[in-house]
């Protein structure tokens, strides 16, 4: 499965952006699908999961903001992000699997399909 970050760009603090994921060699439908985030120096952040089953997960810091959804017939990934923070701006990821338990599905590792990242950057 290859995954295919776009949408994001430089935004001011309080705008929206929606980051798109497609995914391609594979069906979407049968994996979890998630979002993360990184900044130069830090870990890589959970920010939002969907899982085949069509329940998403979010990080504390945008829960109330962010919202993931998928649309399978088209095997694409959204994040929709509301009310955006300089804190958010990171290189965006998308990831994929079809083997995350509930346990893991915060963790990077638990992800073995990674799309090439999308840089969101929210000026204040």
């Known amino acids: 499965v290859q995954l295919q970050a776009s949408g994001g760009g430089l935004v001011q603090a309080g705008d929206s952006l929606r980051l798109s994921c497609a995914a391609s060699?594979?069906?979407?439908?049968?994996?979890?699908m998630a979002w993360f985030r990184q900044t130069p120096g830090k870990e890589r952040e959970f920010v939002a999961a969907v899982r085949r089953s069509g329940h998403n997960y979010y990080g504390d810091s945008v829960k109330g903001r962010f919202t993931i959804s998928r649309d399978n017939a088209k095997n694409m990934v959204y994040l929709q992000m509301n009310f955006l923070k300089p804190e958010d701006t990171a290189i965006y990821y998308c990831?994929?699997?079809?083997?995350?338990?509930?346990?893991?599905?915060?963790?990077?590792?638990?992800?073995?399909?990674w799309g090439q990242g999308t840089q969101v950057t929210v000026s204040s």
């Open positions: 060699g594979g069906t979407s439908s049968s994996l979890t």
């Open positions: 990831a994929a699997s079809s083997t995350v338990i509930l346990s893991s599905i915060k963790t990077s590792g638990a992800y073995y399909y």
